[in-house]
């Protein structure tokens, strides 16, 4: 039985985000970073507040976000989903200066040769991007094991 708005071929989409996480938290550990789940930090504006990023480090200081969002079925773009990279963005731009910010994502193209999801955000919402966020791309060649991931860098957006 098929759930509205669950990931065909999932558990749930709890279990595809966590997976993703293990995917990222591999590709760091290949670079000799150890990272922690949930990871928090003091972030605001004036008032501080603590934010549990998926991933973090405190030495060396590094935040990563992971999304493994996809495009809809029918190619559309997946709205509520931008609405929360919008928000990472956010968190992004209220975290404490001095640490590395990383969006960890799912690279995902609308048809085969279309549009992938980050360039769409890219052109889209470059105005909500801070400067300093770092942008990496992971292509999963089996998308029911997340263990086969391979991860390639994409570089920060242009100034």
């Known amino acids: 039985m098929r759930v509205a708005h669950q990931r065909v071929g999932s558990i749930s989409n709890a279990h595809v985000g966590a997976d993703f996480e293990r995917v ?13 789940q949930n990871f928090c930090v003091p972030v605001g504006l004036h008032a501080k507040k603590k934010h549990a990023f998926d991933l973090g480090s405190a030495s060396p200081k590094i935040l990563i976000e992971c999304k493994s969002h996809k495009w809809t079925a029918g190619g559309k773009v997946p709205s509520a989903k931008m609405t929360t990279w919008n928000e990472a963005m956010y968190y992004f731009h209220l975290a404490p200066e001095g640490y590395r910010k990383i969006f960890f994502i799912l690279r995902h193209r609308r048809n085969e040769v279309g549009e992938t999801l980050l360039s769409y955000y890219q052109r889209i919402y470059s105005h909500l991007i801070p400067p300093d966020v770092e942008f990496i791309v992971s292509v999963i060649r089996d998308t029911l094991d997340c263990a086969l991931a391979d991860a390639t860098r994409r570089g920060r957006l242009p100034g």
């Not at 591999?26 to 970073?33: N, S």
Request: no cysteine; aromatic share 16%.
């Open 24 to 36: 990222a938290a591999k590709y760091f550990a290949a670079d000799g970073i150890s990272v922690t």
